[in-house]
């Protein structure tokens, strides 16, 4: 069983930048995929980043490419985002997920999940 806890949320205003953390405990990431997630109000949860957890392969969705950076602290357990030049369009509930790989974290196919932290952009 693999629990991951998500922290570093909070609110910002655009142009902002925070960065969220999250560790994993129950298990090793040392042969999986660990990504984020983020849920708006009213809109589906979406796929925006994800890191292969041996190789260091990552991937981005259009929407945060060039903001946002995935990494890991494998010693720590510990998965990152940073977030740059945050708009209100990245107000959501980001939320950390475990997959076998970034093909599938991609397509939505989802081991484990965090609880989730609040982000909010605004003036």
């Known amino acids: 069983q693999l629990q991951l806890v998500e922290s570093g949320g909070g609110s910002v205003q655009p142009g902002g930048s925070l960065r969220l953390s999250c560790v994993a405990s129950?298990?090793?990431?040392?042969?999986?995929?660990i990504g984020w997630f983020r849920q708006a109000p009213g809109l589906e949860r979406e796929g925006i980043s994800c890191?292969?957890?041996?190789?260091?392969?990552?991937k981005y969705a259009d929407s945060v490419k060039g903001r946002f950076i995935i990494s890991r602290d494998s010693a720590k357990k510990t998965l990152y985002l940073q977030m740059n030049s945050l708009n209100a369009a990245d107000t959501a509930v980001y939320y950390c997920?475990?997959?076998?790989?970034?093909?599938?974290?991609?397509?939505?196919?989802?081991?484990?999940w965090g609880q989730g932290t609040q982000v909010t952009v605004s003036s």
């Open positions: 129950g298990a090793t990431l040392d042969y999986y995929a």
């Open positions: 890191i292969e957890t041996s190789g260091g392969t990552t």
């Open positions: 997920a475990e997959g076998y790989s970034t093909t599938a974290l991609s397509q939505g196919t989802v081991n484990y």
